[in-house]
């Protein structure tokens, strides 16, 4: 299960947190909240991982490829955080 909390901080940044587990079940739901954000050329979107307690690979390396100049990540567990930073270093998680 996975609970998203939108809060806009400004009129150009927007903060997605995630309570829950991100699954290749639940990854559509992250995905979704996400893509309503995304048009908006100038905001900012921070994906807040506060509350994420697993991310399986598939669902890591989804996330790893929404990072760009307006995405931000943060707030990741250790375990989370190695596992994008693996992965988009082009690395295979064991």
Same mark, same amino acid.
């Not at 739901?29 to 048009?39: C, G, I, P, Q, V």
């Not at 994906?47 to 669902?59: I, P, Q, R, T």
């Given at each position: ?76 567990? =250790? ?13 295979? =998680?064991?």
């Amino acid at each position: 299960m996975l609970k998203i909390t939108e809060n806009f901080e400004n009129g150009k940044t927007v903060r997605l947190r995630f309570d829950g587990t991100i699954s290749s079940d639940t990854l559509s739901e992250l995905t979704h909240a996400f893509s309503l954000h995304r048009d908006c050329a100038e905001r900012t979107i921070i994906l807040d991982m506060a509350g994420v307690e697993y991310m399986n690979d598939h669902a890591a390396r989804a996330l790893a490829e929404l990072r760009d100049d307006h995405v931000r990540i943060i707030n990741c567990s =250790p375990f989370i955080a190695t596992l994008l930073e693996t992965i988009s270093n082009g690395e295979t =998680p064991e």
